[in-house]
C-alpha cells in the first residue's frame, strides 16, 4: 500500500514537472522543472528496484546535462517574443499531432497490452540482490549485438560534430614540418654586399 501512494506521488510531481516545463516562459524556469522531472523519475526507478538507473539519472542528467544546459540558457540571450512570433498558426497542427500521440500511447501502453493480467507482478528480489549485476550481464550476454551498435552510432556521430565543427580558417596558417626539416641555409639566408660609400648631399 505504500509504495502504492509512493509511485503515485512520484507520477503526479512527474506529470506536473513535465507540463511546467513546456508551458513555463521563463527558460530557466523550465530547467529547474526538467531537473525536478527527473528526480521523479529517480524516485520512480527506486521504485522498480533499479538503483542503477536511478543514480545514473541523477548523476549524468541532473549533475551534468542540466547543469549545462542551465548554464547556456543563462548565458545566451533569448529574445522570448522574437521565437514566440507565429506560434498562433501552428497551434491546430500542434493540436493535432499531441491527438494522435496520446492516441498512439493509449493503445500501445493501454490495458490490452499492460496490467495485472497481461504481465505478471515481478517478485521482490533478496536483499543481496545487486541491479548493476544483472543490468551488465543482460547488457553483455543477451544485447550484446545492440549494445555494440549503439556504441559504433555514438562513436559516428561524435566523429561527424567534430568534423561538422572542424573549419579550416584562411587567416589561421598552420606549419608545415616537412618544410621545415627539409630547410637550408641557402635557402634562407641570402648574403648582400654593400658599398661603403656614403654620398654627401649638401
Known amino acids: 500500500m505504500i509504495e502504492q501512494i509512493v509511485f503515485y506521488a512520484f507520477a503526479a510531481i512527474l506529470i506536473v514537472a513535465a507540463t511546467m516545463v513546456i508551458t513555463v516562459r521563463n527558460p530557466v524556469h523550465a530547467v529547474l522543472f526538467l531537473v525536478l522531472a527527473f528526480f521523479a523519475s529517480a524516485g520512480i526507478w527506486m521504485l522498480l528496484e533499479a538503483e542503477f538507473l536511478a543514480i545514473a539519472l541523477v548523476l549524468v542528467y541532473v549533475g551534468a546535462v542540466m547543469v549545462l544546459f542551465l548554464f547556456v540558457v543563462m548565458m545566451l540571450d533569448i529574445n522570448i517574443a522574437v521565437l514566440r512570433e ?102 634562407r639566408v641570402r648574403l648582400v654586399k654593400v658599398s661603403g660609400t656614403v654620398e654627401q648631399q649638401d
Open 86 to 187: 507565429g506560434f498562433a498558426r501552428y497551434v491546430p497542427l500542434a493540436l493535432v499531432v499531441a491527438i494522435l500521440m496520446v492516441g498512439a500511447i493509449g493503445v500501445t501502453v493501454g490495458p490490452a497490452n499492460f496490467g495485472a493480467d497481461k504481465v505478471a507482478i515481478p517478485a521482490p528480489h533478496a536483499a543481496d540482490y545487486s541491479n548493476s549485476q544483472a543490468l551488465g550481464a543482460a547488457i553483455y550476454t543477451d544485447y550484446l549485438f545492440p549494445f555494440e551498435i549503439a556504441a559504433v552510432v555514438l562513436l559516428v556521430a561524435i566523429i561527424a560534430a567534430i568534423a561538422l565543427t572542424l573549419r579550416t580558417s584562411r587567416q589561421h596558417k598552420q606549419p608545415k614540418t616537412e618544410m621545415q626539416l627539409r630547410a637550408r641555409r641557402a635557402d
